[in-house]
């Protein structure tokens, strides 16, 4: 098993749709959650942490629910732009950055 | 504000070639990693250092060599390039005292081996 699994996608969304993003990770004392952003042929950027609280950022909400080692994004109105891949990210100890494989996202006009 | 940099950014190997692929940041990061990505198969680590001097192997090391002589630079080697090291190669940093705790990435490196 993975030790981080994601929706295996491609999600596509009309313009303006709520989606949502899954993703599990298997070690228990994970310590701190990422959803990163990664556009096509580039690199992977930060689009947000996420806290135990859940916590939002505009259009973009992240949960955490440690008890069933489980964390969401959730995006709102849906724009063109969003189109990308979406990586959930855990760290275990130190700085060991865990990577699920992404979900990919297409939203259409 | 160059943060993390890698270079070749286009790369064609013969099979059995060695090349380098250098990466450098100018943030103070003590940890440096080195990943490769492939469809499907999301970022693997293959190489890690926590600080100048100190390398460890990630999930994908064999083939692969590293080393850390300064806080800014943290090299990856290809031995002898295989066909099955064609793959997208990103060089990241990061530091327990960023805030967020957030690892920053390279442009990455398409490297193809024939």
């Known amino acids: 098993r993975k030790e981080v699994e994601q929706d295996p996608g491609p999600f596509n969304v009309p313009e303006g749709a709520t989606v949502a993003f899954n993703c599990t990770y298997s070690?228990?004392?994970?310590?701190?959650f990422f959803w990163y952003r990664q556009d096509c042929r580039k690199e992977p950027k930060l689009l947000m942490s996420?806290?135990?609280s859940g916590n939002e950022d505009g259009r973009f909400t992240a949960q955490l629910n440690r008890a069933s080692q489980y964390i969401s994004l959730l995006i709102r109105d849906s724009k063109l732009s969003d189109s990308a891949t979406y990586l959930c990210?855990?760290?275990?100890?130190?700085?060991?950055?865990?990577f699920g494989p992404g979900t990919r996202l297409s939203v259409l006009p | 504000n160059a943060g993390v940099t890698q270079t070749p950014k286009f790369q064609v190997l013969k099979t059995g070639q060695s090349m380098t692929l250098q990466c450098a940041q100018d943030?103070?990061?003590?940890?440096m990693s080195w990943y490769r990505q492939d469809p499907g198969m999301g970022l693997r680590l293959i190489h890690y250092?926590?600080?100048?001097?100190?390398?460890d192997q990630g999930e994908v090391p064999n083939g692969y060599n590293v080393s850390r002589s300064t806080t800014e630079d943290f090299p990856l080697r290809l031995l002898s390039a295989a066909p099955s090291q064609t793959s997208v190669y990103f060089c990241?940093?990061?530091?327990?005292?960023?805030?967020?705790?957030?690892?920053?990435f390279g442009e990455g490196s398409w490297l193809t081996v024939v």
């Open positions: 990241a940093s990061s530091s327990s005292s960023t805030p967020g705790n957030t690892i920053y």
């Open positions: 070690n228990s004392a994970s310590q701190s």
């Open positions: 996420v806290y135990s």
């Open positions: 990210v855990v760290t275990n100890y130190g700085q060991n950055f865990v």
């Open positions: 943030m103070n990061h003590e940890y």
């Open positions: 250092s926590v600080g100048a001097g100190i390398t």
